[in-house]
């Protein structure tokens, strides 16, 4: 999986009105950054450097990550085992361009919260991590490596079992 970065995630507005809500929950919040980065699954196959420069310019991507304070890394994506509306779209624009190596795109945002610990991240509380994504569609990461776990795919369902309370009770 490839991981390239983006530009800013946030509107300055909108980054301002995020930092001012995490400065309620984070006193030692001196400022917030964030930015997209993009999870490209090229089948285990390195992409030539004309591939991956055309994939960078339909990305608005750029090779390097930008530089960000120190602070405590928050990395965002779709749920683990989700397909995100933008991530289907996405992969067939690259297609569609001729990337056809390229199995899956997938989007998140890394969030730099400047001046809290790096080593916050377990503590950060329900209200802070609240505040940063949507429990319910995404899910939290604490370093872009680790967000390739979006690819990971959802378990299969098992199959169904009965339980037979009336007959067996609490046993069952």
Known sequence: VLIVHGGDALSR???DKLD???RSVCPDLRGLESHWFFLVDTAGQPLPPPARQRLLAILEAVATPPAVGDGLTVVVTPRVGTLSPWSSK???IVRGAGLT???RV?????HTLLGCR???FPALDAAARALLHDRMTESLHTDTD????AFQQ???PQPLTRVPLLADGRAA
């Open 20 to 22: 001012s809500r995490l």
């Open 146 to 149: 680790q967000a390739r776990q």
């Open 118 to 120: 790096p080593d916050g």
């Open 13 to 15: 507005p909108r980054l």
């Open 101 to 103: 190596g390229i199995r």
């Open 154 to 156: 959802a378990p299969q």
């Open 90 to 92: 996405a992969t067939d």
């Open 106 to 110: 997938e989007r998140g945002v890394v």
